[in-house]
Every structure is written in C-alpha cells, then in structure tokens.
C-alpha cells in the first residue's frame, strides 16, 4: 500500500428485518415468492392508500439500537425521499431523516495489531425497501414489487475505520450481533445485510478528508475486502499521477475485482426530504426501551468474558462458544447440566460441532439434545465409560434418540473396572508379544501405548485405560 496516504472508511449497512410482515403494510415479505403475489395498494404506491407503521419494526430498532449502544430518540419523524426509478412506484421512499430513531452508537472491534477500537456508528433509521427490476432479454424489463415496502434498517457508520480489515471487524460485529438479536437473517447473499462502503485517503497527517467514493454491490466480506482494496489503490494511483478524486458511487464487480463508475456524485438536498404528511410522528416512551432494554439477550461480547472469567475457558473456546447464538445457547443449557466447562466445551467444539457441520442441519435441529449429551458426560465423569466409547455412545444416541444409560445398558458398553478381567487380558497379551514385554522392560517406555492399545482392542475399548496402564507397570517391576 502507499504508506504516505490513510485510508479513511465509513459502512452503511441495510438490514433487512425479520418481521412476518412489511413496514407499511399486512403484506407477507418472504422471499422467492411469484413474482407481485406479495403486493396491496400501499405496497403498490396506488394513489390513496395510506401506510400504517409496523410497530413490531420500531421494536427491532430500538432493539438494535440498544445493542449498538445508542440513544432512542423518544419522538421521531419519517420523511419522503424523492427520486424516480421504476421499481419505486411512489415516487419516493418512506425513510427518516432528521429525526431517525437512533443515535450516537458505537461499536467496539478487535484489531490485528492495536487491540481493541471503538466504532462510531452515527445514526440508525427506519425504512421501506425499494421493488427489483428484472431485465429478460435485450429489450425487456420487468418489475417485480414483492420487496417493495420491506423493512430495512440503516446502520451508518463514522468514517472511523483506517482499513479494509477494520472494516471487515465492523461488519462481522454488527452481523453477529442483529443475528443474536434475532431481527435479522443475516443472509448477505439474499441481500438481508447489505453493505455500502464510502471509501477515501488523505495524506498522512492532514485532517481534512478526502473526496470519497461509495462502493456498491458488495454482497460477501471477501468482496467488500476486496473492493476497498481496489479502491484504495485506484484512488492513490491517480493522486500520484496528480489527479483528483471524483465524488461518485462505484459498483464493484466480483468476476474482475475492479470497481466501474456508476453515477455521479448525489447529495443529501438532491432528494428533497420533507416530512411524510400520511404519518404521525413517532413517539417512544422510556417504559417502552426499558421493557426492551430488560428483553435484551446475552450478547456475544458479554458471553465471551462470561466463559472466560466465570467458567475459565481459554479465549479460543470462549470465541467459538460465543461466535453464534445457536451455538452459545446449546453451550449454556449443558452447562447449566454438566459442571465442567472445559468437557462441555470440548464436547460442544469437538463432537457436537463436527456432527451438525457433517449431517449439515442446525444445532437447534441436533438429535443428541444438551439433555442427552449431558447424560453421556456423566457417565464418563463416573467411570462408567471411557472417552472413547463415549463417542460410541453420542453416534448411538444420534441414531436412535435413546439416553445414554440406556444405550450402554443395550450395547454392554460399560466399562471394565474389574481388576483380575483386565490383568486376564494383559496376560495373555504379554504372552503373545514376550518380545516388546522383554522390550518395554529394558526400558523401551514407548512400548507401553502398544500394550494399552492391544488390551483396549480386545477388551472393544470397554478397559478403563488408567487401570491398564497402572497394571503395565505393576508387570514391568513384576
Ligand atoms: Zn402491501
């Protein structure tokens, strides 16, 4: 990189709610339905049909707000954001603009070299969504207004971020952050979390900021990482050569990596704002954000110091438990079964994690419940099977959704505690292999993994191997 410029990034992230409904209107919002059988006069722009505001939007935005740490603003206006496209039947878009109903947030993210950094995140507001155009063939496009009046919410950013991987950190936390409130889907794909990056540099030093651009189209973190990149470099390399930045929004393309000029620059008095007459201005009361403040969940930077200084877990096991809420909660019920951390952890990391990834289903859908699975952590907690066998066990429970007990009951899984059935096998075990015994005894001390491996294999791993192992040595001093 050209290390005489600094790269300065602010997000705007488009989150698409989760509500059943539009913000507008009773319409249903599912996506991938035929195409207009999800519109009403509202939702179509017909003239005279009046919007009605989904209370269960504000909800999820005072939620979000919440978590990002902002202020609800207890009275705030929606305005008409006027420009013409076809997939806009109105005219404008329903959005907020002076009064939105969140602000002054921020975010704290891990950085690779200087730890821990505070984003600001300026505003969130509400909005509806635009429709989607369909262009078939060389001269035919059609519109398809399903989306149309869905709910989004806007998270905008302060140009806080020095480059693309702070800006990844950002966009990671707010994500992980709208799927732990659960308002989200998450999807970036489906464009559920959209995000535009405005990107400028300045020399080194200078307060003022540069000319930026807005990048569009960035619909994975590996694009959004990459355009802002591409971008970086571009705009550097016409400042070397003693150009000047154009402000304007650029899409980025995926299959050459580049960043291409859209349009040219837009401001904010290009749309004309004014309040929107059809709505009332919305008033939050303080009983209201309590109500929801006391509903918030555990979010994953609280959890993540919980298992680390409540519960002891290493800072790798904590991140992972804590990643996803899913994951997080599946954690915290066997837990609240199970009193060692560390073995839950493990068990939830190692087995747990690898069979969901593995069958590809949900840790919600997982057959072997915290319940069944705490069963099974019992059991070796007791003696009762080895480590080995029970996973065994977890496959079985997998199977047939028994509980553990009655699994090793049926499979004759228990564990052999027995000291003379397991002195019979090491015997003839020594006795078929003099050589290694001879080996082992001269002080070969690998040899003794061999002699454990043999008496766990023909005991089908029921042994319990402290008690092999201590045996082996009773022999060797014999
Ligand atoms: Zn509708």
Wanted: proline share 5%; net charge negative; hydrophobic share 35%.
């Amino acid at each position: 990189m050209h290390s005489r410029y600094e790269v300065v990034i602010g997000l705007e992230v488009h989150v698409q709610l989760t509500t059943k409904t539009k913000i507008f209107c009773g319409c249903s919002k599912d996506f991938g339905q035929e195409p207009n059988s999800q519109t009403c006069p509202v939702c179509l722009g017909l003239p005279g049909a009046l919007p009605v505001l989904n209370k269960q939007v504000v909800e999820y935005a005072i939620k979000t707000g919440l978590a990002t740490n902002h202020q609800i603003a207890p009275r705030s206006i929606f305005a008409r954001k006027n420009y013409f496209y076809p997939d806009l039947p109105k005219g404008y878009q329903i959005s907020q603009f002076e009064l939105p109903i969140c602000e002054h947030g921020w975010l704290n993210i891990e950085t690779e070299d200087n730890g821990p950094k505070k984003i600001g995140i300026t505003r969130i507001h509400m909005e509806e969504d635009a429709g989607k155009l369909i262009h078939s063939g060389t001269n035919s496009s059609s519109v398809d207004l399903n989306r149309a009046c869905t709910p989004l919410l806007e998270v905008v950013s302060e140009p806080d971020m020095r480059s693309a991987d702070e800006a990844i950190a950002y966009l990671k936390k707010l994500h992980q952050i709208v799927m732990y409130l659960g308002v989200c889907d998450g999807n970036l794909e489906e464009g559920s979390f959209r995000c535009d990056a405005n990107v400028s540099i300045r020399p080194k030093g200078q307060q003022e900021l540069g000319t930026r651009a807005e990048l569009k189209n960035l619909n994975s973190f590996r694009f959004i990482k990459q355009a802002i990149e591409y971008e970086v470099e571009r705009q550097a390399d016409i400042i070397d050569d003693g150009g000047e930045i154009v402000q304007e929004t650029r899409l980025f393309d995926a299959d050459s990596g580049l960043t291409r000029s859209m349009r040219g620059k837009e401001e904010a008095h290009d749309y004309r704002y004014f309040p929107d007459p059809d709505l009332v201005p919305l008033v939050v009361s303080d009983d209201w954000v309590e109500r929801v403040r006391s509903e918030l969940p555990e979010l994953p930077e609280a959890k993540l110091q919980r298992y680390q200084d409540e519960m002891g877990l290493p800072p790798y096991d904590a991140g992972v438990l804590s990643a996803e809420r899913e994951v997080a909660e599946y954690f915290d019920a066997l837990v609240a079964l199970h009193a060692n951390a560390k073995v839950c952890s493990n068990w939830v990391m190692g087995e747990v994690l690898r069979a969901v990834k593995e069958k590809e289903i949900l840790i919600r859908d997982c057959p072997v419940t915290p319940e069944l699975l705490a069963g099974v952590l019992e059991r070796i907690a007791d003696n009762t099977i080895s480590g080995k066998i029970a996973k065994t066990v977890f496959e079985e429970i997998w199977q047939t959704g028994k509980t553990a007990d009655q699994v090793i009951e049926e499979k004759g899984l228990k564990q052999v505690t027995d000291t003379g059935a397991i002195e019979a096998i090491l015997d003839e075990i020594i006795a078929a292999n003099m050589g290694q015994f001879e080996e082992l005894k001269g002080g070969k001390d690998k040899l003794t993994g061999f002699f454990v491996g043999q008496v766990m294999k023909a005991s089908k791993g029921k042994a319990n191997p402290g008690m092999v192992n201590q045996l082996i040595q009773k022999k060797i001093k014999g």
